[in-house]
């Protein structure tokens, strides 16, 4: 799957009209986010491209050597992402919600990726492990343009699934705002929060065992997210614009994609300056 995506930034002081702007634009009430990203790296360099990565199923040995960009003879961070489930009253259970995965709207988010009715006693978020590549050269393409993978968890202990795949816990991150759908475009009203006390030398983390990570690191809980601090000291909001293709190899489609970015992209002038991304600024690569 192909990402295309536009980026602005938005002073904190302009959140909240810019937050009803895109209400108008999208004809919908903004969906608030809050999503925690649990970021690891590999335990160690691949030694060769063609190198096994331990799947035995053809299917998972196929995406996951997508994740791990062996194909490139490459490494890279990877993510476990979780987003809060916000619980619903009866009147709410009609109200669409995104699709994560394909960015379209659903019926109800009381169903989790399998269909079934979700657990209110259960964990609170809907996990996914994600990938996202270095983005391409822009080229004449207006907007940055990314091939992303995202893997629905829908029960199995995720942490060690990263452990017995080669990925150790490195840190974490949290992301909140509001989301609304305009046509195929997912725009996104967000800042990033950092974990308060989890700094530690690079020599601790290494080694760190999957029951040190454990015990930091709970996939059941709800942090307590007012003790977090942005990333950015002014508080400033990015506002994200993104549209995603299934077949990034089909022209026509990402042209359709990149038209629609670039609509609304002339929607928003004068309110915010979308543009495409420094490519280097979302270097995946582990070094």
């Known amino acids: 799957m192909h990402e295309l995506l536009l980026l602005g930034q938005v002073p904190v002081g302009q959140h909240e009209q810019l937050l009803k ?50 194909q490139k003879g490459e490494m890279f961070y990877v993510q476990l992402v979780g987003e809060l489930v916000e619980p619903l009253s ?31 006693d259960g964990p609170p978020y809907l996990w996914s492990l994600c990938f996202y590549d270095l983005p391409e050269v822009s080229g004449r393409r207006t907007a940055t343009s990314r091939m992303i993978s995202q893997v629905e968890i829908i029960g199995g202990d995720a942490m060690g699934f990263m452990d017995a ?8 991150y949290a992301l909140e ?19 308060p006390g989890r700094r530690r030398s690079k020599g601790d983390a290494s080694a760190h065992s999957l029951h040190d990570q454990m015990r930091v690191v709970s996939l059941n809980t709800v942090p307590d997210f007012e003790s977090w601090t942005p990333t950015d000291p002014s508080g400033t909001y990015l506002l994200q614009a993104s ?39 979302m270097d995946t690569r582990v070094r």
Do not use: C
Not at 177 to 195: C, E, K, M, S, T
Not at 258 to 278: F, I, P, Q, Y
């Open 21 to 70: 702007i895109i209400a108008g634009v999208a004809g919908m009430d903004p969906v608030r986010v809050t999503e925690r990203h649990l970021i690891f790296r590999p335990k160690r360099t691949p030694t060769s491209k063609d190198a096994p990565i331990g799947a035995s199923q053809g299917v998972q040995n196929e995406q996951l050597q997508l994740l791990q960009g062996q």
């Open 165 to 172: 795949m080669g990925y150790r816990y490195l840190s974490e």
């Open 177 to 195: 705002g509001h989301r609304v759908i305009h046509n195929n475009v997912i725009i996104l009203l967000h800042r990033l929060l950092r974990a």
């Open 90 to 120: 009866d009147d709410e259970s009609d109200v669409p919600h995104m699709d994560r995965m394909n960015g379209t709207l659903e019926q109800s988010s009381r169903w989790n990726v399998a269909g079934e009715d979700l657990d209110p």
């Open 243 to 281: 549209v995603r293709v299934q077949d990034g190899s089909k022209p026509e489609s990402m042209t359709i994609a990149t038209n629609e970015l670039d609509t609304l992209k002339e929607m928003m002038k004068g309110v915010v300056e979308l543009g495409a991304a420094e490519r280097l600024s």
